[in-house]
């Protein structure tokens, strides 16, 4: 009998790593080079692959690129241009039981009309970034009102999901992002050094790196030492903002790089100066090494508190006297240190991957009382 019961346990097991019986689950962007959204969901498809619920996909638009992530082995790439084919096809063609979709765009409508296949809208943007763009008429009277016909929606802001969906009709629910980082393998920086930090895409004119640069300004006078460190790919328009403040030893482009953490270790301060964010990435990596953050504006956002200094003034001055004050008071820098590693722990990014398994089973299944229930939480 325990020979049979044995048998039985090898045959289902060699069942799923076949492919048979599993839930094929499949990730659309358009390439998988250099980018936080990118980045965010080959963490979570990580975790997943682990499971043994699932057949995974990711399909992109692009082919392979040199400044790729590495995807997860295992795992199945699909690229439209090699298949000659867009991706309602190709969704259509591999029966995919739930495709993830994170654009805000027209296609959503196509996509909502898929018999076989259920599509969870995964909402990367801010309701406040058309707005600065002065888009929010349009995007509400397009892409919101599509999203009015869609039966699962993921957003990131509490302020969006908690009260603008619910009064635009829009049903919706609110998770975290995962990190890049887990909290339990990373010893937070010493916070010892005067260096600064400022993580994501110089080219982004949304990141408003300009504000942090000219900030360096005051602080060098007051901190001679202090350096800034732009953990991006060198923009020629900044870097001659830096020539012209005659920072070129103070601040410095490192050049796109694929690991992050001698910068984490080493920092003392993160500047997030961006105009408009969701979950910034950025954010939580540097709270996690218990670094705090001056932040412009942006108090709606989930990591908006803890370890955190909120200024409501786009002023270069005004970051760099708050920078000052950060820097030059030992006890106060660390007490931020401590409250920004603090607000990361239980944001783990298995607590994270477990909320993704039960809502993905539950969707396959057509039982939406575990949407329902994250929906009403």
Same mark, same amino acid.
């Given at each position: 009998?325990?020979?049979?019961?044995l048998?039985l346990?090898?045959?289902n097991?060699?069942?799923?790593?076949?492919?048979?019986?599993?839930?094929?689950?499949?990730?659309?962007?358009?390439?998988?080079?250099?980018?936080?959204?990118?980045?965010?969901?080959?963490?979570l498809?990580?975790?997943?692959?682990?499971?043994?619920?699932?057949?995974? $996909?990711?399909?992109?638009?692009?082919?392979?690129?040199?400044?790729?992530?590495?995807?997860?082995?295992?795992?199945?790439?699909?690229i439209?241009?090699?298949?000659?084919?867009?991706?309602?096809q190709?969704i259509?063609?591999?029966?995919?039981d739930?495709?993830?979709?994170?654009?805000e765009?027209?296609?959503?409508?196509?996509?909502?009309?898929?018999?076989?296949?259920k599509?969870?809208?995964y909402?990367? +943007?801010?309701?406040?970034?058309?707005?600065y763009q002065?888009?929010?008429?349009?995007?509400?009277n397009?892409?919101?009102?599509?999203?009015?016909?869609?039966?699962?929606?993921?957003s990131?802001?509490?302020?969006? +999901?908690?009260?603008?969906?619910?009064?635009?009709?829009?049903? $919706?629910?609110?998770?975290d992002?995962?990190?890049?980082f887990?909290?339990d %393998?990373i010893?937070?920086?010493?916070?010892?050094?005067?260096?600064?930090?400022?993580?994501?895409?110089?080219?982004?004119?949304?990141?408003?790196?300009?504000?942090?640069?000219?900030s360096?300004?005051?602080?060098v006078?007051e901190?001679?030492s202090?350096?800034m460190?732009?953990?991006?790919?060198?923009?020629?328009?900044?870097?001659?903002?830096?020539?012209?403040?005659?920072?070129?030893?103070?601040?410095?482009?490192?050049?796109?790089q694929?690991?992050?953490e001698?910068?984490?270790?080493?920092?003392?301060?993160?500047?997030?100066?961006?105009? %408009?964010e969701?979950?910034?990435?950025?954010?939580?990596?540097?709270?996690?090494?218990?670094?705090?953050?001056?932040?412009?504006?942006l108090?709606?956002?989930?990591?908006?508190?803890?370890?955190?200094?909120?200024?409501?003034?786009?002023?270069?001055?005004?970051?760099?006297k708050?920078?000052?004050?950060?820097?030059k008071?030992d006890?106060?820098?660390?007490?931020?240190g401590?409250?920004?590693r603090?607000?990361?722990?239980?944001?783990?990014?298995?607590?994270?991957?477990k909320?993704?398994v039960?809502?993905?089973? +539950?969707?396959?299944?057509?039982?939406d009382?575990?949407?329902?229930?994250?929906?009403? %939480?």
């Open positions: 009998l325990l020979l049979f019961f048998l346990i090898f045959i097991y060699e069942e799923n790593n076949n492919g048979r019986n599993l839930i094929k689950v499949a990730y659309y962007c358009n390439s998988f080079k250099y980018g936080g959204i990118e980045r965010i969901f080959l963490i498809i990580k975790y997943l692959s682990e499971e043994t619920y699932f057949n995974i $996909s990711l399909i992109t638009k692009e082919i392979k690129h040199k400044e790729e992530y590495h995807l997860p082995k295992g795992i199945k790439r699909i439209l241009s090699d298949q000659k084919m867009n991706l309602y190709s259509i063609k591999e029966k995919i739930i495709l993830i979709y994170n654009y765009d027209k296609a959503i409508k196509k996509l909502n009309k898929l018999k076989q296949t599509v969870i809208y909402n990367h +943007s801010s309701f406040l970034y058309w707005l002065r888009y929010i008429y349009k995007f509400k397009t892409v919101y009102q599509i999203y009015k016909n869609c039966k699962y929606i993921i990131l802001i509490p302020i969006e +999901s908690n009260y603008l969906f619910k009064k635009w009709g829009i049903k $919706s629910i609110l998770l992002n995962p990190c890049t887990e909290y %393998s010893k937070p920086s010493n916070l010892e050094h005067n260096n600064i930090i400022m993580i994501g895409r110089a080219n982004d004119p949304v990141k408003r790196y300009e504000l942090g640069i000219k360096m300004e005051t602080i006078k901190i001679p202090c350096e460190y732009i953990i991006s790919s060198i923009n020629k328009n900044l870097q001659n903002l830096i020539n012209n403040l005659k920072l070129q030893k103070s601040v410095v482009f490192t050049g796109y694929e690991k992050i001698i910068y984490l270790k080493n920092a003392s301060l993160h500047i997030l100066s961006s105009l %408009s969701t979950y910034p990435m950025a954010l939580s990596e540097a709270k996690i090494f218990g670094i705090p953050t001056i932040i412009c504006g108090d709606y956002l989930a990591l908006a508190k803890g370890g955190t200094v909120i200024i409501y003034d786009d002023n270069p001055e005004t970051i760099g708050e920078a000052i004050k950060i820097l008071d006890g106060y820098r660390k007490k931020l401590r409250e920004a603090k607000s990361m722990k239980n944001r783990k990014n298995k607590n994270i991957a909320i993704w039960k809502l993905l089973i +539950s969707i396959y299944k057509g039982d009382k575990f949407y329902q229930k994250l929906s009403n %939480s």
